[in-house]
């Protein structure tokens, strides 16, 4: 019984603050590392670039393709950040 309530306790005070600071640092890493927002902004830029000629037309093309799919991947992980069924996997 005794052992019980301190293995109770251990795991209140210990164990799950732990949890949810690493939790919470693996949810703000993949909210860094898979941004949207820049991503979009990526897009923007790569399409101003081509337009004043800065990019040849292949280059363009190249740069969308790579930026949209790094796009659908950040978008899949936000969804997933947001119904909460992200696992971390090695």
């Known amino acids: 019984m005794l052992f019980t309530v301190f293995a ?3 795991d209140d005070l210990l164990f799950r603050p732990f949890v949810t ?4 640092l693996h949810t ?3 909210d860094e590392l ?3 927002d820049a991503l979009e902004d990526e897009l923007k ?3 101003l670039l081509y337009e004043l000629g800065e990019r040849s037309e292949t280059e363009y093309e190249r740069r969308k393709a790579d930026i949209e799919a790094d796009l659908e991947i950040a978008r899949e992980v936000h969804e997933e950040l947001m ?3 992200v696992e971390v996997r090695s």
């Open 21 to 24: 600071l690493v939790e919470t």
């Open 45 to 47: 830029e790569n399409r």
């Open 83 to 85: 119904s909460g069924r």
């Open 34 to 36: 898979y941004d949207i």
């Open 8 to 10: 109770i306790i251990i």
């Open 28 to 30: 703000l890493a993949l």
